[in-house]
């Protein structure tokens, strides 16, 4: 097992999971969290925000990390 830091991002109203990046330090996943965090998208007629969070993670050996 590698450490890793994890961008996880949600839309709001009603809340859904998005999808998540696996980053290697923690400069990547805060720079991309900083730029996805609480952008706006219209989803037909309804608005939603992205919420966006690193996390520290665990994952196998081979995982692809950027």
Avoid: H, W
Avoid at 13 to 20: Q, T, V
Wanted: glycine share 4%; proline share 5%; with cysteine.
């Amino acid at each position: 097992m590698k450490p890793c830091f994890i961008l996880i991002c949600y839309l709001t109203n009603p809340l859904a999971f998005e999808g998540d990046l696996k980053f290697a330090n923690i400069n990547n996943c805060t720079y991309f969290r900083d730029r996805l965090n609480g952008q706006v998208q219209m989803m037909g007629d309804q608005q939603r925000e992205m919420s966006c969070i690193c996390k520290l993670k665990s994952v196998p050996e081979n995982t692809r990390l950027y």
